[in-house]
Structure formats: C-alpha cells, structure tokens
C-alpha cells in the first residue's frame, strides 16, 4: 500500500501474535525500523516497550532497560504516557535486586492505572509488588497482593504470561513455603478483600474510610 506508517502498525500487532519469542523480538526489531523511518514516534515507543519486555523474558535486564528508558522518555515525549513501561522497568529493577527503586517504578505504575482505569494493566503493577514484597521478605503481604492480583486478572478474563508467570510462580513457591499453612489464609484475603482496602495495601497506605 506504500503506507510506512501502516506497516509499522501491522508488524507491531503482528508481534504480539506471534508463538515464538526468537520470532516475536525479530518482528519488533523489524518493526522498530520501519516506525523510525516513518517517523511514527508513538509506535517506535510502543515498540522499545515490546522489546523491553522480550528481553526481559530472555533475562537480557541492560537490554531491556535500555529500551524501557527509552520508551518512556519518547510516549512522555508525545504525550501519550502508559503505566506499563513503567511496571516493566519495575520488574527490570527487582531482578537486578533493587527492591527500592522496584518498589517506587511499581508504585508509581499502579497509581497511573488507577487514575486511568487501567483495570487489566493494575494487575500487572499488582503482581510486580507482590514480588516485590516476597523479595523483602513480607510474605503476609506477598500472599495478600498475589491474591489480589489473581482475582483481578480472572475478572478481566486473562491469564498471566511469560515472564511474569514465571516471576509468579517463583515468588508462589517461597510465599508458600515461608507461611506454611498460613498461606491459604492471607492469599484468600487478598481474593476477597474489598478492592479499595487492597489497592491502599499494595501502595502501602493506610486505608481512609
């Protein structure tokens, strides 16, 4: 069609519908480059969050963080911020083990989805503090958030996938195995609770009535 524009669009969708990861990463490369020749700033942005993420499941974390610094600093650029880079380079932070600044990219992620009812996309903030807690070794709280973020995601009618299914189950194992026979009882809380009690929780705040 001789739409640069178009193709760039296409080839993003295309990649996340991709099976593979090799074959995922290599259309968003692809795509990255035709977005910077066509000048599409919010897709080339869109796609360094993509390949943030993908190498992110490869455990590539300099990789992935290059491209998630860049894709905030160009959709904040354009106007068009997204809580999900942000939540992605929480998780590039946890894994390098700097729970501080996971904490606060995470934090901060979760309250963009709030302010902009971005129910599906809170999960995955959810979950990355979750992690986060385990990581510190609050397994009451880790129980309760992963909870939280199971029921969420089950009402939005998702399934968690790579890498944060991965990252769930990690954390999954330990919670579990810290709390014992407790677990059941803190991660049914956080599947029953009232939404806004749990949503204080994960920011660590206390609840104003």
């Not at 397994?139 to 089950?154: H, K, M, N, Y």
């Amino acid at each position: 069609m001789g739409d640069p524009v178009l193709l760039g669009e296409c080839l993003a969708c295309f990649g996340l519908a991709a099976d593979g990861p090799l074959e995922r990463k290599a259309i968003f490369q692809e795509a990255l480059e035709v977005t910077r020749r066509s000048g599409d700033r919010v897709y080339t942005g869109w796609l360094h969050n993509n390949l943030g993420d993908s190498f992110l499941s490869d455990d590539d974390l300099e990789a992935a963080r290059e491209h998630l610094e860049q894709a905030l600093a160009i959709l904040r650029e354009v106007g068009h911020p997204n809580p999900l880079p942000v939540v992605n380079l929480g998780w590039v932070h946890l894994r390098k083990g700097d729970l501080a600044d996971a904490s606060i990219a995470i934090t901060e992620a979760l309250h963009g989805c709030e302010r902009a009812h971005l129910r599906r996309d809170a999960t995955m903030a959810i979950l990355g503090l979750a992690c986060t807690a385990a990581a510190q070794r609050d397994w009451e709280r880790a129980a309760c958030l992963l909870g939280f973020a199971d029921e969420e995601l089950e009402k939005c009618g998702g399934s968690w996938s790579d890498p944060e299914r991965i990252y769930r189950e990690e954390s999954l194992t330990e919670i579990e195995a810290r709390l014992g026979v407790e677990f059941d009882r803190h991660y049914g809380s956080g599947r029953v609770g009232d939404h806004s009690d749990l949503i204080d929780l994960a920011l660590d705040r206390q609840h104003v009535a």
